[in-house]
């Protein structure tokens, strides 16, 4: 008994020593914040950098663009790369030999197999072939035995009749002379029926005349068919190119419509709203905390410079504290760089959409939606 609550024991620790390393990981996975960093810069060529790491670096993933060839994006854990997409081809390339090396490898195999099986059954086939020979040797004498022996009968059978009695040799001459009565009275008797078929031969003639009229009929009536087939065809088309703009212009008022009443809705206004309080939310929530950079471009006219300086001054003043900008009016230039850090965690990211999903007011909008996709697909009547 002592062994067995031991036993139980040992497993009810194992098994709540990987529960509690799942639930660790999934509150590492939730509540220990990603970390990321992009940077540009763009002087003489181009450079472009973004990075995400989690959990003191143990994971991390780089995204790399120089300007030249493709971009070279890496994954790594613990500080092992895991992921790197210009080995990836190799790999490919090597599997693929090692693939081609087996397939070779087994025909070479089953050519062998092949060519066993086919000395094996030419063997076998010889040695029956031989066989049959000896066979056909023995039955051929057998057959030439059987012949001469069948000879002999004959002779004995045709030397028989010359002993004969003569009596025998009348009555086979009256019974060819009955014969020969019967066969002439069956003659006369199929004479009327011939003479019946020659009286029919006329009818066959009408009977010939009426199927050519049939068939000229039956010609003219499938040709009329097809030219009428055509006509409506093209009266068809003619109708539907003249419909076809009017069923468009139907179809757009109806969608119209149909989109006025989805939007003026109270319902799909409150699903809406919720919709991009989240979408809000989350911006702000994945928005970076730091951003420093330094941008100086000139266009080459001074108007279209200035217009471009007003339009990034509508955002200066939030990014204007590590951010510097410095137009040209002269040059037509372009150069700088940027750098920008942030974080997220999951727990937020899901908090927001499990809200999101289970809010009354979208759970109705997106009822609605559906509805809505369905009456848009509606066919226009004219």
Do not use: C
């Not at 490919?92 to 087994?106: G, L």
């Not at 030219?227 to 409506?232: D, L, P, Q, S, Y």
């Not at 065809?233 to 009443?261: C, H, Y």
């Not at 200066?316 to 510097?324: A, L, P, T, V």
């Amino acid at each position: 008994m002592a062994v067995f609550l031991l036993i139980v024991k040992i497993i009810g620790i194992l098994l709540a020593s990987i529960v509690g390393l799942v639930l660790l990981l999934l509150a590492l996975i939730l509540f220990v914040p990603f970390r990321y960093k992009l940077y540009g810069q763009k002087h003489d060529d181009l450079y472009l950098m973004a990075k995400v790491t989690w959990l003191l670096h143990i994971v991390s993933f780089k995204f790399e663009y120089t300007g030249e060839g493709k971009p070279v994006s890496k994954a790594r854990v613990f500080g092992i790369p895991v992921y790197n997409s210009t080995k990836p081809k190799k790999d490919q390339d090597s599997e693929k030999e090692q693939k081609a090396e087996n397939h070779q490898e087994d025909k070479k195999d089953t050519e062998e197999g092949k060519r066993e099986l086919t000395e094996y059954r030419e063997g076998i086939s010889k040695e029956t072939a031989v066989e049959l020979e000896h066979e056909t040797d023995i039955r051929f004498d057998s057959d030439e035995e059987t012949e001469e022996d069948t000879e002999k009968g004959s002779d004995q059978y045709h030397d028989e009749p010359e002993h004969l009695p003569e009596v025998n040799r009348t009555n086979s001459y009256e019974h060819q002379e009955q014969e020969t009565d019967t066969d002439a009275v069956k003659k006369a008797e199929k004479a009327p029926e011939i003479k019946k078929l020659d009286m029919r031969l006329p009818v066959s003639d009408t009977s010939t005349y009426d199927s050519e009229k049939d068939a000229d009929t039956s010609g003219f009536t499938k040709r009329y068919e097809k030219v009428k087939r055509k006509i409506i065809q093209i009266a068809e088309k003619i109708k539907n190119s003249i419909l076809a703009p009017i069923r468009f212009i139907k179809k757009t008022i109806l969608q119209i419509q149909i989109l006025k009443e989805f939007l003026e809705n109270e319902v799909n206004q409150e699903g809406i709203k919720v919709a991009l309080r989240s979408i809000g939310k989350l911006l702000k929530h994945l928005g970076p905390r730091k951003a420093s950079g330094l941008l100086a471009f000139g266009t080459g006219d001074p108007a279209t410079t200035g217009y471009v300086l007003a339009a990034l001054g509508m955002f200066y003043g939030k990014i204007g504290k590590n951010f510097s900008i410095q137009p040209n009016f002269e040059e037509s230039m372009l150069y700088g760089n940027i750098k920008i850090t942030g974080r997220f965690y999951i727990i937020t990211i899901t908090v927001i959409a499990l809200r999101l999903w289970f809010n009354k007011n979208f759970k109705k909008l997106r009822e609605n939606f559906d509805k809505f996709k369905k009456d848009m697909k509606q066919p226009v009547s004219v």
